[in-house]
């Protein structure tokens, strides 16, 4: 397992949450990592993704200014913090790394992706 997620659980609309993501073997030192999501019957949503270390961070525009990605090198560990979470954030997480050097207008797409977590379930109760 090169990804492997974790954090999600049930939060009231307008909390946060953390989820985290640890990267093993040849994952952990792609530099493009990122979080997608994907609610139940919906086809999988960007939510961000950065080019480390000098790119910025491109967010998906349903979790701008709420939603944070960072990343722990020492630990190999990705994180996304989420707050003022809504009802329409309920979905399945999943953190991913890519094997090149992705440019930002190529983060949103999911084939460009080889590496994928196992998903985290965050579900957000109104």
């Known amino acids: 397992v090169q990804l492997q997620a974790s954090g999600g659980g049930v939060v009231q609309a307008g909390g946060s949450l953390r989820l985290s993501c640890v990267a093993s073997g040849r994952a952990a030192s792609r530099s493009v990592m990122g979080w997608f999501r994907q609610a139940p019957g919906k086809e999988r949503e960007f939510v961000t993704a950065r080019r480390w270390p000098n790119a910025s961070t491109a967010y998906g525009d349903s979790v701008k200014g709420r939603f944070t990605l960072s990343r722990d090198n020492a630990k190999n560990t990705l994180y996304l913090q989420m707050s003022s979470l809504k009802a329409e954030d309920t979905a399945v997480y999943y953190c991913?790394?890519?094997?090149?050097?992705?440019?930002?207008?190529?983060?949103?797409?999911?084939?460009?992706?080889?590496?994928w977590g196992q998903g985290t379930l965050v579900t957000v109760s109104s």
């Open positions: 991913a790394a890519a094997e090149k050097n992705l440019i930002t207008s190529q983060f949103r797409n999911i084939l460009n992706y080889d590496y």
